[in-house]
């Protein structure tokens, strides 16, 4: 039991329990017992409950849902669905009844809560049935660290950086690249010396 707990002081305090606690806990802790304590509670109209025979029958139920098997969820909405019909309609009938405002109002928000519940519920009861279709979003995976998602737009800063790279081209060592004027010829070639301003070149 020791080697159970990080902390000494809960080891000292809670001593090993015996094996009939650990079944009794397990019992208090488990899904089916608990809803079987509210289902013997409010299941008196039905005449008196064994508690044994709703553990088994719950556990039965939970087995077939972890099995993939959702008929009985689909029934068990479907009876919801019906029940909260008829708690709206009972308010429903009640309310056209009232001779004063103040009990009319209040029999008719209860009336629209359980048309509410009874619409939620019916919903529930066609995704289960029709489940929805998830798509999920494209995304660029590069060959790096890199990861581009589609559909995230550009920064604001982003049209200004078109134009800073040729910026940058334009100063080399602390100089523009092209200043504008035309630069010398080359001695290589004389004959394509530059064109004089009215005459021409001397040669």
Not at 85 to 108: C, D, G, P, T, W
Request: aromatic share 6%.
């Amino acid at each position: 039991m020791a080697g159970k707990f990080k902390n000494s002081a809960m080891v000292a305090k809670y001593p090993e329990p015996e094996p009939k606690a650990l079944a009794v806990a397990a019992l208090a802790l488990g899904p089916e017992a608990n809803a079987a304590g509210i289902v013997e509670e409010y299941g008196k109209p039905f005449g008196a409950q064994d508690m044994g025979a709703l553990i088994e029958k719950l556990a039965a139920s939970i087995e077939q849902v972890q099995g993939g098997d959702m008929k009985r969820c689909e029934a068990m909405l479907m009876g919801q669905a019906e029940a909260l019909q008829s708690i709206f309609m009972n308010f429903s009938r009640r309310a056209v009844n009232q001779e004063y405002q103040k009990h009319l109002e209040s029999f008719f928000r209860m009336a629209m809560k359980a048309q509410n519940q009874c619409r939620m519920t019916l919903e529930t009861l066609a995704a289960i049935k029709n489940p929805p279709v998830v798509f999920a979003k494209q995304a660029n995976i590069a060959n790096g660290p890199q990861q581009v998602n589609n559909g995230i737009p550009a920064p604001a800063h982003a049209e200004k950086n078109v134009y800073l790279s040729n910026e940058l081209l334009e100063v080399q060592h602390g100089q523009r690249l092209d200043t504008g004027t035309a630069g010398a010829a080359a001695g290589l070639d004389p004959a394509m010396a530059t064109v004089g301003e009215i005459h021409g070149a001397a040669n």
